[in-house]
């Protein structure tokens, strides 16, 4: 069970026995023009097995905070405070080495784009092959089969002689599938999927989704899956935790955030999505505004300069007073449960059909 337990504020202990447990996160950079705060008080557990959805536009944090997570963020422009425990080890103040030791072994990142973890000179069997060799201690021959194995078990015909192959005589949905074999060669407990099927069509994108489940279910890893998308990980996440401009705004089961979101922002996202009823070239409905500066954040709630249903809330709440993630199936709105209730089935959900 994935527990978010809090956002911004005080850390909260860690959770019992969770497998990854990240504790008031805060990530900054310092730029030309002042301090990005692109994480900014982020807590949450995820348990082995479990798939944790992070949803989010551009900008909202997902993405920086799982290259956190990697140690892939530039130590010479960034800063992080707060916890990331996995199995218990420190992640934030692990020296380079030992970030190296769990990189490709224990943890391992799906890119949006292979080609950008794929090498063109190299055959896409020995760059599989590389990190079995590196963590496993493994042979050249046996780190070669294992290549095999995995082009064969995420679904490459002919994995025997593909594996000979250079990436660029790889289709793009093989490509991904060849960086998802990479990816699993050893094995991993936390296997971390950014944007994965965006670049691809419609149905590759949902044979890579199943073969992602498949391996789930074979190799027992948790995944963290980001997306902009909360259709795609409709069928996907078990958790789903939906970020803003840094902080984490809802959270709770994949089944409570979809068919009973609590957060304004969480149904901009639902109703901006292209749905199958709706009539052909009917516009979008996108959520107006743009997402803020994280130079130079909005007080109060971050949504509220975006946010239709700030008049809802009494005296200046939005403006002035950041709203905090509660615990278990929470939302960050100052809203009461009751108006997000009736808000959502009697305003929202006639729109979404
Ligand atoms: Fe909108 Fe106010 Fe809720 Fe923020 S706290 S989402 S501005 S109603």
């Not at 959770?15 to 990005?36: C, K, M, N, P, Q």
């Not at 760059?127 to 060799?133: G, S």
């Not at 294992?146 to 093989?174: C, T, W």
């Not at 958790?239 to 304004?264: D, F, K, N, T």
Request: aromatic share 6%.
């Amino acid at each position: 069970m994935t527990t978010l337990t809090k956002e911004a504020g005080a850390p909260v202990p860690a959770g019992a026995g969770a497998f990854l447990s990240v504790r008031d996160l805060h990530v900054s950079f310092r730029t030309e023009d002042g301090i990005v705060r692109a994480v900014d008080g982020l807590s949450f557990d995820l348990e082995r097995g479990r798939t944790l959805g992070i949803v989010g536009e551009s900008g909202s944090g997902k993405s920086v905070t799982n290259l956190t997570i990697l140690g892939l963020h530039n130590p010479m422009f960034t800063t992080v405070e707060g916890e990331i425990l996995l199995e218990g080890q420190e992640l934030t103040t692990a020296r380079e080495s030992e970030l190296e030791k769990l990189r490709g072994n224990k943890v391992a990142m799906i890119f949006q784009d292979p080609l950008t973890a794929l090498s063109p000179y190299y055959t896409v069997g020995r760059q599989i092959a590389e990190p079995y060799m590196k963590h496993r201690g493994a042979s050249k021959k046996e780190a070669w089969a294992r290549a095999v194995e995995m082009l064969g078990k995420v679904g490459i015909p002919n994995p025997k002689e593909r594996a000979k192959d250079y990436p660029h005589q790889f289709s793009g949905g093989m490509r991904q599938r060849a960086m998802i074999a990479m990816a699993l060669v050893c094995d991993p407990d936390l296997l971390i999927a950014d944007e994965p099927t965006t670049a691809l069509d419609v149905t590759v994108q949902a044979q890579i989704l199943d073969l992602l489940k498949d391996l789930q279910q074979e190799f027992g890893s948790a995944i963290i899956f980001i997306t902009h998308d909360l259709g795609v990980i409709a069928d996907m996440a078990d958790e789903i935790m939906v970020m803003y401009a840094g902080g984490a705004i809802e959270r709770g089961s994949a089944g409570e955030v979809l068919r009973a979101p609590q957060h304004p922002y969480t149904w901009g996202l639902l109703n901006s999505m292209p749905r199958i009823n709706s009539d052909v070239g009917a516009p979008l409905a996108p959520i107006p505004g743009s997402p803020p500066s994280l130079l130079n954040p909005p007080p109060g709630c971050r949504f509220h300069p975006r946010c239709t249903f700030q008049g809802r809330v009494g005296g200046n709440r939005c403006v002035t007073e950041r709203p905090l993630l509660g615990t278990d199936r929470a939302s960050a709105c100052h809203l009461t449960a009751e108006q997000k209730r009736t808000i959502f089935i009697e305003e929202i959900k006639p729109r979404l059909g």
